[in-house]
């Protein structure tokens, strides 16, 4: 069965410091992308990175890294120099590219940046 | 470019009535999907829709459904409401099928009472 999991319901850090939000998936597809959300209480989603199955190199997007290890199957988010903006709900989501793009969704990380 | 637009924003209503919640994607977007966030069950897909065409449905009863039209402006509509249907529900657009990116809106909050 398709399943992401994120261990950590809820996580403090102090500004400026690094973060890692961990996220593993459960999938015997060979074709999948992972992705990571943000939340803020807004409620709109916001799209941070992406990672192939195919991509040998871990995918960056400014200050987010995804630490991608493919044989534990685990896709956690790094985030380097936290600010006091990171503080929100962060969801770590799978996408099945042979499935009609099924995408699984965890069930999220609650950031706080202290200042 | 304007992003994904979700109206209404809140929505109250009682159980029993019905419901549609309409969303418009960004302009040129073609593949727009639905899905529910609650507290107890976190992101759930609905559906996802591409060209008019359903072409991918999540494990929600059939009170649960959909259309696109023409212009991939797309409504999803829950009839008979249950106390349990009371949530977020997110709409997101995406270019193509294969393009990886999706756009989401700021939801429409219903409440069922």
């Known amino acids: 069965a398709q399943k992401i999991t994120q261990t950590q319901p809820g996580m403090f850090v102090q500004e400026k410091e690094a973060v890692t939000l961990d996220c593993t998936y459960d999938t015997s597809d060979q074709s999948y992308g992972l992705f990571w959300y943000k939340q803020p209480s807004s409620g709109e989603m916001i799209f941070l990175i992406y990672q192939g199955s195919y991509d040998e190199q871990n995918a960056t997007e400014g200050r987010y890294s995804l630490n991608f290890q493919k044989a534990r199957k685990s896709a956690n988010l790094v985030i380097s120099a936290s600010q006091l903006g990171d503080s929100a709900m962060y969801f770590c989501?799978?996408?099945?590219?042979?499935?009609?793009?099924?995408?699984?969704f965890g069930k999220g990380t609650r950031l706080h940046i202290l200042p | 470019k304007a992003g994904v637009t979700q109206t209404p924003r809140y929505l109250i209503k009682t159980r029993g009535q019905q419901v549609t919640l309409s969303c418009s994607p960004i302009s040129g977007h073609r593949s727009v999907s639905w899905y529910q966030q609650t507290p107890g069950q976190g992101l759930q897909f609905l559906f996802e829709y591409f060209s008019e065409t359903q072409r991918n449905k999540g494990n929600f009863p059939g009170r649960f459904s959909g259309r696109q039209f023409s212009n991939s402006r797309s409504e999803m509509n829950v009839s008979t409401l249950e106390l349990g249907d009371s949530a977020l529900y997110l709409c997101?657009?995406?270019?193509?099928?294969?393009?990886?990116?999706?756009?989401f809106g700021q939801g429409t909050r219903l409440t069922v009472v």
């Open positions: 997101a657009s995406r270019l193509g099928r294969a393009n990886t990116e999706a756009f």
């Open positions: 989501a799978m996408r099945l590219w042979d499935r009609d793009d099924k995408i699984i």
